[in-house]
């Protein structure tokens, strides 16, 4: 069964300091590679697995601390590994296609995961990869050629390389790209200014490339998300009709960033990402979410929700209930702002669809409304 992901930045990374890394190695092709692995400091079972791929040009360490990914680890019960890229001439680079290299990165990072699924005890159904930039276009080939033994991937602000292009997936793969429409550095329509050379396939020759790997059909769904905030972005994404999950996160005004404080901007990419790994999974519903202040379910649901608080006094005792165009519906009062409480909110009278839950002045939560 696939299991969950979410992608948070939560606490510094000084707090999990008895979580430290240590940079590792592993011999692929006779070369000595580098990796950092971050796992819960105690953990029972089989625990699902991320590739997290850096961008052109930087290192596992930097990531590593940027993103807190001892913190990941621990909140969800995840082994996050790193992987380094090798400096190519011009910085650390994987070989996604888009110059000319002998280096199998393809090969080293599966065979990197066999290596690990012998130390750890790893679920082989839950193998998922996430890249940005240069790691995106890295994410795009690993789903192509390995797409048979990733769960899921995603990719962010990261083109297929014409190279890459031309090959066929060995397996249908589910696949979210964001891209930002105002991005110099990997263009939308696949040109880099930064760079002054086009880069590989435009967003939207990716999103056919992959609607034909996977026999989608049809349209796509567009809903664009709240637009609550005022930070010159709008949040529009595309739904596929695939035999397999395939979507488009277009973020109109986006630079070449990784957004996620859900305080400044309408959304933030760990959230979209958390979203697309559970609210799609047909097999299973979509577990708690936890947050800092609050947790939802049942996600999806036929019209009950229960709303556990836990965490600092509510500044505002309320919870907003809004519809995808940032409407609010509904407000529930409730009873203090002392914590933790439970409440019980019945949106069985409203259409199934997509709806945002926000308890007091935290981040907005996505709940799937459906018929029995």
């Known amino acids: 069964m696939k299991k969950i992901l979410s992608i948070s930045l939560l606490l510094a990374v000084i707090l999990f300091g008895k979580l430290s890394a240590q940079i590792q190695h592993f011999t692929w092709q006779g070369v000595e590679r580098e990796y950092l692995v971050r796992t819960p400091a105690n953990h029972n079972g089989t625990l699902p697995v991320l590739f997290f791929l850096h961008g052109l040009g930087d ?8 993103f807190n990914f001892a913190q990941i680890a621990e909140e969800y019960h995840w082994m996050i590994v790193l992987p380094q890229a090798l400096d190519q001439g011009i910085g650390t680079m994987w070989n996604a296609g888009l110059a000319s290299s002998s280096i199998d990165d393809s090969g080293f990072l599966m065979a990197l995961l066999d290596s690990l699924t012998v130390q750890y005890q790893l679920d082989t159904d839950s193998v998922f990869f996430a890249g940005m930039s240069m790691g ?16 899921a991937c995603v990719a962010v602000s990261g083109l297929i390389s014409s190279v890459d292009a031309a090959q066929t997936p060995v397996a249908p793969v589910r696949m979210l790209h964001i891209h930002g429409t105002n991005d110099n550095v990997v263009g939308y329509n696949g040109y880099s200014t930064a760079f002054g050379m086009n880069l590989g396939l435009g967003v939207d020759a990716i999103m056919d490339y992959w609607q ?7 349209e796509p769904t567009i809903d664009t998300l709240p637009d609550l905030k005022n930070d010159g972005l709008r949040f529009i994404r595309y739904t596929y009709n695939c035999g397999t999950d395939l979507q488009h996160l277009k973020v109109v005004g986006g630079t070449h960033t990784w957004y996620l404080n859900a305080n400044q901007y309408d959304v933030s990419y760990n959230d979209i990402i958390y979203d697309f790994f559970t609210g799609h999974n047909n097999t299973s519903e979509i577990p708690n979410r936890k947050t800092d202040h609050f947790q939802i379910w049942p996600n999806p649901t036929d019209g009950i929700l ?4 836990s965490g600092p006094q509510l500044s505002h005792p309320e919870i907003r209930i809004y519809d995808v165009h ?9 009873m203090c702002t002392s914590l933790p409480q439970t409440i019980r909110i019945d949106i069985s009278h409203y259409p199934n669809g997509v709806y945002f839950v926000q308890v007091g002045d935290g981040a907005m939560t996505k ?3 459906r018929q029995n």
Not at 306 to 309: E, G, K, P, S, W
């Open 212 to 218: 034909n790997a996977n026999g989608c059909s049809g």
């Open 59 to 66: 290192n596992i360490s930097n990531y590593d601390q940027g």
């Open 306 to 309: 229960h709303i556990q608080t």
């Open 326 to 334: 940032g409407k609010i519906l509904d407000v529930v009062e409730t």
């Open 367 to 369: 709940v799937i409304k």
């Open 136 to 151: 995106g276009f890295m994410t795009h080939r690993m789903a192509i050629e390995h797409g048979d033994r990733i769960a």
